[in-house]
């Protein structure tokens, strides 16, 4: 499965602009983050199986991600390359 439609944000999945924004006020005074990347990456893992999409079904409907169970699971196979 690629994804799943939820039809409410849950507050403990932030979001691209989330992640923009808490980036923005810790390492971004000192480092220059690539702000396409918290955009691009998420899509790039979603399709490697290391995330699920949740999007809202409604509204403004934020994406946002969590690690797949697989990849919770067995977190030494990302390290190794499988």
């Known amino acids: ?3 799943s439609a939820s039809h409410s944000h849950n507050a403990a999945w932030p979001t691209s602009y989330d992640l923009k924004r808490a980036i923005s006020r810790s390492v971004g ?4 983050f690539p702000h396409a990347q918290l955009y691009s990456e998420p899509k790039r893992l979603q399709e490697t199986g290391l995330l699920e999409l949740h999007q809202e079904g409604t509204g403004r409907r934020r994406k946002t991600y969590t690690i ?6 067995h977190p030494q196979d990302h390290e190794r390359g499988c």
């Open 68 to 73: 797949t169970a697989a990849r919770r699971d």
């Open 1 to 3: 499965m690629t994804g």
């Open 29 to 32: 005074y000192f480092w220059n």
